[in-house]
């Protein structure tokens, strides 16, 4: 079985130009920055530009994202919220984390990439700058993320992480480090939500890149 790496085409529907772009960087130029972006990957050139000609909603509906406002579940997510999810390749590898409003997918937040990380790591800093950030706007909307032990680790104050300190990730346990010091400097006044992927589909902050 060969390890080369599959080749990936990014739809961006919603970015600075929308289009079809062979690499993640050319990608990354059209979404970083762009409130509300609206963007996934595909392995198959040709699948891409079907998706490209279809709305965002029909092609993520089928890829693990829901239209939340059309749920008709019993059980339904608090769209006035906010959503975080990380993004690593490999594990540990290359992490990204945001955080966007779960009813729009607006972007509040985005950080990395960093070397060496993990997901959970994310996950926890991003719910760091989620909290920060309803402080700073004395705002209590609840957050939602889909890793428990990135959640376990906010309720504890404490990060339980096996990845060892290097030079390469200086700059992630920096972050962490901060972010356990905000938590026990601040109360954490607002509710930290398990995101219900099997109900719900892929949170709103995923990164669409599976």
């Given at each position: 079985?060969?390890?080369?790496?599959?080749?990936?085409?990014?739809?961006?529907?919603?970015?600075?130009?929308?289009?079809?772009?062979?690499?993640?960087?050319?990608?990354?130029?059209?979404?970083?920055?762009?409130?509300?972006?609206?963007?996934?990957?595909?392995?198959?050139?040709?699948?891409?530009?079907?998706?490209?000609?279809?709305?965002?909603?029909?092609?993520?509906?089928?890829?693990?994202?829901?239209?939340?406002?059309?749920?008709?579940?019993?059980?339904?997510?608090?769209?006035?919220?906010?959503?975080?999810?990380?993004?690593?390749?490999?594990?540990?590898?290359?992490?990204?984390?945001?955080?966007?409003?779960?009813?729009?997918?607006?972007?509040?937040?985005?950080?990395?990439?960093?070397?060496?990380?993990?997901?959970?790591?994310?996950?926890?800093?991003?719910?760091?700058?989620?909290?920060?950030?309803?402080?700073?706007?004395?705002?209590?909307?609840?957050?939602?993320?889909?890793?428990?032990?990135?959640?376990?680790?906010?309720?504890?104050?404490?990060?339980?992480?096996?990845?060892?300190?290097?030079?390469?990730?200086?700059?992630?346990?920096q972050a962490l480090d901060n972010g356990v010091v905000w938590l026990k400097a601040n109360s954490v006044d607002v509710e930290i939500l398990k995101w219900q992927t099997k109900i719900w589909g892929e949170i709103?902050?995923?990164?669409?890149?599976?």
């Amino acid at each position: 079985m060969s390890s080369k790496a599959k080749k990936k085409y990014y739809v961006v529907w919603r970015g600075i130009k929308p289009g079809i772009y062979d690499s993640w960087d050319d990608c990354k130029k059209q979404v970083q920055g762009f409130e509300g972006t609206q963007y996934k990957s595909f392995t198959d050139k040709d699948e891409a530009h079907r998706a490209l000609s279809k709305s965002y909603w029909e092609i993520t509906q089928l890829k693990g994202k829901k239209n939340l406002q059309e749920l008709t579940t019993a059980d339904k997510p608090i769209l006035n919220s906010i959503s975080v999810d990380a993004a690593c390749s490999g594990n540990p590898g290359t992490l990204e984390f945001r955080g966007v409003f779960t009813d729009t997918e607006t972007e509040l937040f985005r950080r990395g990439p960093y070397e060496m990380g993990t997901v959970n790591i994310g996950e926890f800093l991003a719910i760091i700058l989620a909290l920060a950030w309803l402080k700073k706007h004395k705002l209590k909307y609840p957050i939602y993320s889909d890793s428990k032990t990135a959640m376990v680790w906010v309720r504890n104050k404490h990060v339980k992480t096996k990845l060892e300190r290097t030079s390469k990730n200086t700059e992630i346990f920096q972050a962490l480090d901060n972010g356990v010091v905000w938590l026990k400097a601040n109360s954490v006044d607002v509710e930290i939500l398990k995101w219900q992927t099997k109900i719900w589909g892929e949170i709103p902050a995923d990164y669409g890149r599976k």
